[in-house]
């Protein structure tokens, strides 16, 4: 990795422009596929640098086309830009100002990182081989952002080689990263189950068919799914995250619903899971009389590296800063629509560390009191910077 521009250095004298971004999308965060304003600011700020931009993509997606000046690869890099329906807590001066939403994940660092390589490789074009497309994605929070995208074309035109993208990672700090080969986040499903019975009064339960000590049974025998049918040396969760039912004190109802994720690494782990699920559910309710109806729908596949591109990612980020601790086993079952790119074409998705205990920034990822440490923002963008220009010149 010879003649590398000084990406660091770089970076750091954008340091202003990259806060001053991250603070003002945080004031004004927008949920999936309502991120206007969002997207007005990154088209502006991509517009600015003299750059072909095309906007409206999978509602307010923006994607932005960097040609460089010698032969090489397309290089997608990839930056989600919704936030969340919560409401802040952090106390920060550039806390939101829209009631009920927040950045709370981070992608507001992302999207100011994005911008600032954007301006790192326009600067450094010269030294990029083939073109890097940037790709603003609405709707990552489980909205299907991702694959709305890929169905709009947003691997073609140019045809997208290679991708990229980061993440910030608020359970560990400044200084750490997770460039991992192969499966890295679990593929994510929702379940709805809704247990039928027969209300009545609550004084006369045995005139009932009660669907909440039902429903009391299935969330517990769910529990034995990973504890008794998955190999202890594999992983997956199942969590039952919602229970629904009645309306009155004294009133037995007839329906109660149970909502829930399923997160697995792999296909013949999610099978396992899926059909216990099925089985658990189906025969509770028939030993308590009760029928069931299941609904399992696939939120995202698992985020899965290519073994070779993270290898690059790795050398890029250890030789622009060798004092960066790379957790190469790291995995997560947080899931991540990146997976979608993934599937379509080879890439890489890491973590980097954002918080710092120091400054009491420990919250973590969808938490009110969420907020990350700044000076992660230059690194990021050198990182990616470097790492697009290393896959540019890439044979796999």
């Known amino acids: 990795m010879t003649n590398t521009p000084p990406f660091v250095e770089k970076a750091e004298t954008l340091f202003a422009y990259s806060q001053k971004l991250r603070r003002d999308f945080h004031r004004h965060p927008e949920l999936g596929f309502r991120e206007y304003r969002t997207a007005e600011v990154v088209t502006r700020e991509l517009r600015s640098l003299g750059l072909e931009v095309s906007t409206g993509i999978a509602e307010t997606g923006v994607v932005a086309v960097i040609e460089g000046a010698r032969p090489g690869r397309v290089v997608m890099l990839r930056f989600d830009m919704d936030a969340l329906p919560i409401d802040e807590q952090t106390g920060a001066e550039y806390a939101s100002q829209n009631p009920g939403v927040m950045h709370a994940c981070g992608h507001d660092g992302h999207m100011a990182i994005g911008l600032t390589v954007a301006r790192l490789l326009q600067e450094y074009r010269d030294a990029i081989h083939g073109t890097v497309k940037l790709v603003f994605q609405p709707a990552e929070e489980g909205l299907g952002g991702a694959e709305r995208m890929v169905a709009e074309q947003v691997l073609e035109n140019p045809k997208v080689d290679y991708c990229l993208g980061l993440h910030l990672w608020n359970e560990k700090p400044l200084g750490w990263a997770a460039v991992v080969p192969g499966a890295f986040m679990a593929g994510a499903d929702f379940f709805t189950v809704r247990i039928l019975g027969k209300g009545g009064h609550g004084g006369l339960p045995e005139t009932t068919i009660d669907p909440i000590v039902a429903a009391a049974q299935i969330v517990m025998a769910l529990q034995t799914i990973v504890s008794r049918n998955i190999a202890p040396l594999e992983s997956a969760v199942v969590s039952v995250t919602q229970m629904a039912a009645g309306s009155a004190y004294n009133v037995i109802p007839n329906l109660a619903e ?14 396992v899971v899926v059909a216990r699920l099925e089985q658990i559910v189906r025969s509770i309710s028939q030993g308590m009389n009760c029928e069931a109806e299941i609904e399992i729908q696939r939120l995202t596949w698992p ?12 050398e890029v980020m250890l030789n622009l800063l060798p004092e960066y601790r790379n957790e190469r086993n790291y995995r997560s079952m947080v899931s991540e629509d990146m997976a979608v790119f993934l599937n379509a074409v ?23 009191e969420f907020d990350f440490d700044e000076q992660v923002l230059p690194k990021s963008a050198a990182i990616l910077a470097a790492a697009a220009i290393e896959l540019g010149k890439a044979e796999l």
Do not use: M, Y
Request: charged share 20%; glycine share 10%.
């Open 346 to 368: 080879p890439g890489c998705f890491f973590f980097i560390g954002s918080g710092n205990p120091e400054k009491g920034l420990t919250a973590s990822h969808h938490h009110p």
């Open 303 to 314: 985020v899965v590296n290519h073994p070779r591109i993270a290898e690059i990612v790795q």
């Open 258 to 271: 149970l909502r829930g994720t399923i997160r697995t690494f792999l296909p013949e782990v999610r099978d």
